[in-house]
């Protein structure tokens, strides 16, 4: 699907009009108006994804999966894993080049996890400031100290960084 937008301001908000092209050369043309450029750029991320996948490799055999499939990804001694509902396959690429393919919905969870924030289950604090998160296929991820703030950031669905309203 390829995605052209066009953008202009309409009583001070941030206006988009959004043309979608299918394979079946269709068009959809969508008008959307937003709170701030922030909001925007999450909308046209989301979209861009919608089809996106990304290349695991299982037994030999190489697999496309989607990105939203994915529960978390994570680097073991040197390899990366990618861990769906009901599988692991491996990758060749490294950890930041895996996260700069992902949607928004991904995050840091320690320096070798990244974590799809959309299968988020249930949460629990731990000592020390960390997070254990608790998954909707009942795997357990550990949010260090370190990426907890950022953590916390996202689950509160402030994309900008600027919101200082949450203090530990």
């Known amino acids: 699907m390829d995605i ?8 001070n908000k941030e206006c988009g009009e959004m043309k979608f092209k299918d394979t079946n050369l269709q068009d959809l043309s969508l008008y959307i108006e937003f709170d701030n450029m922030q909001e925007k ?18 037994r030999g055999k190489q697999y496309l999966l989607d ?11 040197k390899q990366a894993f990618i861990y769906t ?3 692991c396959y491996e990758s060749p690429l490294w950890l930041y080049q895996l996260e700069e393919k992902l949607s928004d ?9 990244l974590l799809n924030m959309n299968h988020i289950e ?18 357990q ?3 260090s100290r370190t990426y907890s703030k950022e953590f916390k950031r ?11 309203s949450y203090n530990h």
């Open 85 to 87: 509902q009901d599988d």
């Open 67 to 77: 990105i939203e499939s994915i529960y978390y990804i994570e680097l073991v001694d």
């Open 105 to 113: 919905a991904f995050v840091r969870a320690n320096k070798s996890t």
């Open 141 to 143: 991820i550990l949010v």
């Open 154 to 164: 996202k689950l509160k669905g402030d994309t900008d960084g600027n919101n200082n």
């Open 41 to 58: 750029q999450k909308v046209i991320s989301i979209l861009n994804n919608i089809d996106a996948k990304l290349v695991g490799y299982k």
């Open 4 to 11: 052209y937008a066009y953008s202009y301001y309409n009583a």
């Open 122 to 139: 249930s949460l629990k604090a731990d000592i020390g400031s960390r997070i254990m998160v608790y998954l909707d296929n009942r795997d």
